[in-house]
Every structure is written in C-alpha cells, then in structure tokens.
C-alpha cells in the first residue's frame, strides 16, 4: 500500500524535510540520506519515519537477534506504507557488564530519549530482550510520549544437559552449589552453563528478561503473543514483520504511549508478574516505567494488585518447565486469559494492536494444564512479592513464590509463631567482603544465621548489584543446607530461587539504617505483618548513628559520578529523578 499526503496527519518529520518556513534548512536535513539511496521524493512524501532502536550487537548477545529481525521489521514497515530508519542503542548485557548492567537502564534510557527527540522519527519500535534493554526503552518511550511498540527478540531455545532440562542463571546458581558441595569439577559447571544457553535469544527461565519482555506484552504495548516465542522460531520473523506494519497504522492513528501505559494496565502488569513467577527485578523496572508514564503506584498496589494472586506458570525458577513450553502453551495471553476469567484484571484498555486488552485476550485459553495452571487449581497460592518494613528500611520484597518446602519447614513454621523466625545476622560489606569472608568459620555461621548484604544499591554499588541471593558456607552446603535467609540494599537475578529479602529502599549508602546493623545482632522477621526488625532499642540505634556510615566504592567513570547524583532509590524504580520532569517531550520539537 503507498499513503499519500492527503491520508495522513502532518508528521514531525515533516519539520525536518518539508517545512515551508524554513527551506534554507530542507537541503541540509534531506541531502545525507541520499547518500545511501533513499530518495528526496521519499523523504518529502508525507508517510511516517519510523526509527527502529536497534539494541542487538557482538556485546550484546542476548538481543543479537534483532540483527536479524529489523529486516523484516522494515519489510513490514515499507509495505505499510512507511519508511523505517534503524540506529543503535546503548547496550545492557546484563551477565557480563561490570559492576553492573543497571547502571546502563539510565543510560540506555536517556541515550534514546535524545535519539527521538533530536532526530526526525515519527514513531518507534522498540527491540527488547535482555533484562534491562526492555524498560530502558519503555521508559523512553513513556518521556517522549510518541507512537511505539515493543519487539521482543525472544528467547533461546529450552537447554538440556544430560537428560535434564537447564535453564538460563538456574544452572548456573545450582551448578555453584554442586561446585561448593564438590559433586562437580569446573570443568563440568562450564559444561552445564554452556548447555544453557543452545541457541539465539535470552534467558529461557522466567528470569528478569522473560519477566519484562510479559510485562511489555501485558501492559499492552507489544502484539498478542509476542513476548514468549522462541527466538529461532519462525513466528518471531513473522511478529517483526506485523510489528512494523502496525507501528506505521499507529503513527497515522497517533496511538500513543500515554493512552496504554496506564495505572490500569501497570495494576495488570503487577498482577500477571505474580502470577508468571516474574523477577524481583520488575519491581523497580515497573516503578521505572510507570514514573515516567506519569503514574503513581504505592507500597500498598504491590500488595493489594500483587501479592494475593496465585502462581499459574509452571517455569523455572519457581516452576518445572522453560520458554518452549511456555510459547506453545499459549504465552502471556494464556496466563492473562485465567486471570481475566477470575476478574483479576482491568482489561477492557486500549493496546498497541488498537484492540482493547480483553479483545486481545479472546479464544486464548490454553490446552497445557501442566504449565498453565488454572486459577482455581493454581501452583501455589498468594505467590507474589510481599512488601517488608521496619525500622532498617522503609520497603523491601520478598518472592514468596521461591519459598521451598524446606525453608518453610526450617523457618516459617515454629508451632504458634507460623510466619515468623528470628537470626542472628552476620553483615558483609558488598560482595568482595562476602567472597572473602563466607567460609571463614569464625562468623559461626550455621542454620539459625541470617546474610546481610549491605552496599550494594543504586548509589552505594553503584547501579545496585544481583547479589542479595548469598550462598551459604560450603560446609553447610555440603550438609544440605543449601540457602539461608538474606536481607540486602542490592538485588538478586531474577532466575535466582532465593527468596531473599531484597531492593531494601532507602539503602545504606543513602542514610538507611541497614548502615548501623551489626554482625551479632538479631534480627525478628514477620510475614504475617511484613515487618522486620532488628532487635535494638531506639536510643541503641541513634547512638551508633553517630558513627559515620560505612564507605563506597569511589566512581570509576563519568557517568558512575552522574548516574549516583541523580539516581534514586530502588523502592521507587531507581529512576533518573530529573529526568521524570520531561514528559511528553515528543511533542515539542527540537530548535533547528
Ligand atoms: Fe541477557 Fe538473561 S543475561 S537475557
Ligand atoms: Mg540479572
């Protein structure tokens, strides 16, 4: 189909290339683009610019896909009557970028926000995969309120070692185990870890990728059923054509961000992650992402829209199976489609495929009662993020769909006192302190302990570390003993099965009281009430807060410096706080 001029609204690329006040600048902005053959007649026809943010590269393996798929992206792009132009985004590998790749969601995030805003793009598709490559650009999408929609790369296919099915962080979380238990030599843990990983894509658990690419599709921003089919698989090619024809209807209908990332459609996305096993990781993406859409979620939301919702999905960590399976049992719409059934939803929202949600949602029931499980009879009840409080931290979460038979026997079910357990503690300084320091046999560490992380947050790591999912002692592992409660400012992995105590706002780099916490110190857990608590007076606690804080880590780049002056904290989103000002941005346009 070829648009003409008179079908479509005027565009704001048309203020780059066909702006009768200011023709002197025309030549300037059309004579480049022509250097690689497009013409000035294209240019100048009145159809809609439609960047593609390109997010797959060398070093950035997870969403390398999108290599491929931009081309049928823009195949689908041009034969909607659109004209597509690919640029890079800043890359967010998340296993590999040191200290952490969360330093880069900001950066990525603004990176792109001036990408839209300077340059002469009418709308977007956004390529998503890796775990922080998916909120950066919702985010961005959110600030600069242009036409946009999420393509997911998708992820690798299931992996099998030896009989078993390995899923992406779970192998290598269990094969840490087995090293430190030494039922496995080195050689064989790379093995395993290699096994898990057989193809294109990214994560194959519901681990922080998986979780974000379902939270894109549930807050309605990508097309039905995108999030969960496999990279390699066809349908993927297929999904990135229709992306890029629909991203060009939605540039004509001037479907915008602002009127599907609603509180509505953020309340179902906190829903559906409980109910997939989603990260904890989506707890400050989510955050993230609904600030720079303008919506405010509270403590409470998690609770009342989060936690009472049952565990439907049955893929690790907290369940069986991986990505495969869950694609063929139907995706994200499959496990929507039980809690709409149940009322659980506010679907009757508008989506990116012009549809409402519930209208997507139609005939999606799933035919796979062994990895979608019903509402009624679902996995586990109540398996969302319980919301803590006390007096070391003001938030932090629990994934209580993580919690084994085995930690539950061990501590959650004293006769009279169900739900909650008191440790003494032992406090490492960051991660090096607790990889110096975990197998020393004069911390005592044994059943009753519980592992503190402090000094790993958004300002204190800096970008906030996955490490809160502390491992304990190889002598207790080698009994059995395979995880210990942990409190911690910093995060875990989202393939991670611990169910840690974890994002703990604010941190003790920033004043938290997580900062005054001592090794011997006890430390009293409820889960009944969400509270925990250490067990020092008041007047206890102010005298130790006269002593400074413990020290951070000096910055080792620029934007370590900037990223700390200006992020926040991890209960709300750990966003770029100046940048929430700028909202809707899109629709201004750049000075010449
Ligand atoms: Fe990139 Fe998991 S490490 S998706
Ligand atoms: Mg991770």
């Not at 970028?97 to 805003?117: Q, S």
């Not at 006390?390 to 539950?408: E, P």
Request: with cysteine; net charge negative.
């Amino acid at each position: 189909m070829s648009a003409t001029k008179t079908t479509m609204r005027r565009f704001r690329s048309q203020d780059w290339f066909d702006n009768p006040e200011r023709v002197d600048m025309t030549a300037l902005y059309l004579e480049r683009f022509m250097n690689y053959g497009i013409t000035a007649d294209e240019l100048r026809s009145g159809r809609p610019i439609i960047g593609i943010a390109q997010s797959g590269s060398d070093i950035n393996p997870c969403n390398r896909i999108h290599l491929e798929l931009a081309k049928r992206v823009r195949e689908g792009i041009r034969d909607a009557g659109g004209i597509p132009m690919e640029f890079p985004l800043h890359p967010t590998f998340e296993n590999c970028r040191r200290p952490t790749a969360a330093i880069d969601r900001n950066l990525a995030y603004l990176g792109l926000v001036e990408i839209l805003h300077g340059y002469p793009l009418d709308a977007v598709v956004l390529t998503t995969g890796c775990d922080k490559s998916t909120p950066a650009q919702l985010m961005a999408a959110a600030t600069l309120d242009l036409p946009a929609i999420v393509l997911s790369g998708g992820p690798m296919l299931d992996g099998w070692f030896e009989g078993e099915l390995v899923g992406s962080g779970a192998a290598i979380w269990k094969g840490r185990r087995m090293l430190a238990a030494g039922q496995i030599d080195e050689e064989k843990f790379l093995q395993i870890a290699s096994a898990s990983a057989p193809s294109a894509g990214h994560c194959n658990t519901m681990g922080t990728a998986s979780t974000m690419n379902a939270i894109a599709e549930a807050l309605g921003m990508s097309l039905t059923g995108c999030s969960a089919i496999p990279a390699p698989y066809r349908e993927r090619g297929q999904i990135a054509y229709e992306t890029g024809r629909r991203i060009v209807a939605m540039a004509i209908e001037d479907l915008r961000p602002s009127q599907i990332m609603t509180r509505d459609a953020f309340l179902d996305a906190i829903t559906v992650n409980a109910a997939i096993g989603g990260s904890t990781n989506a707890q400050p993406h989510i955050m993230a992402m609904a600030r720079h859409a303008g919506v405010e979620i509270t403590p409470e939301d998690w609770m009342r829209y989060g936690y009472d919702v049952p565990l439907l999905l049955n893929m690790q960590p907290a369940g069986k199976y991986l990505g495969e399976r869950f694609h063929r049992a139907g995706g994200v719409p499959a496990v929507m489609w039980e809690l709409l059934q149940a009322t659980r939803l506010r679907a009757d929202r508008p989506t990116v495929t012009g549809r409402s949600m519930a209208a997507n949602l139609e005939g999606r029931a799933t035919a796979d009662r062994e990895m979608i499980f019903a509402f009624e009879q679902p996995l586990k009840q109540q398996a969302g993020f319980l919301v803590l409080k006390g007096n070391l931290f003001d938030f932090a979460i629990m994934k209580t769909s993580v919690i084994s038979a085995d930690f539950r026997q061990r501590y959650l079910s004293t006769p009279g006192r169900e739900g909650v357990f008191e440790c003494r503690v032992v406090v490492f300084e960051g991660s090096d302190d607790y990889h110096a320091r975990i197998n020393d046999p004069g911390l005592e560490i044994d059943v009753r302990t519980m592992l503190v992380i402090r000094g790993t947050g958004p300002i204190g790591w800096p970008g906030s570390a996955e490490v809160v999912n502390m491992q304990p002692p190889d002598a207790l592992i080698k009994q059995g003993i395979t995880a210990l409660p942990t409190l911690g400012d910093g995060r875990q992995s989202g393939t991670s099965d611990s169910p840690s105590i974890l994002n703990a706002s604010p941190e003790s780099a920033a004043g938290g009281n997580l900062a005054w916490l001592r090794t011997g110190d006890t430390v009293r857990v409820d889960l009944n009430t969400g509270s925990c608590n250490v067990l020092i007076s008041d007047e206890e606690l102010a005298e130790r807060k006269k002593i400074a804080p413990p020290p951070v880590p000096p910055s080792q780049t620029p934007w370590q410096e900037i990223y700390r002056a200006t992020v926040g904290q991890l209960q709300s989103g750990a966003c770029m706080e100046l940048a929430l000002a700028y909202r809707g941005v899109g629709q201004d346009l750049p000075r010449h």
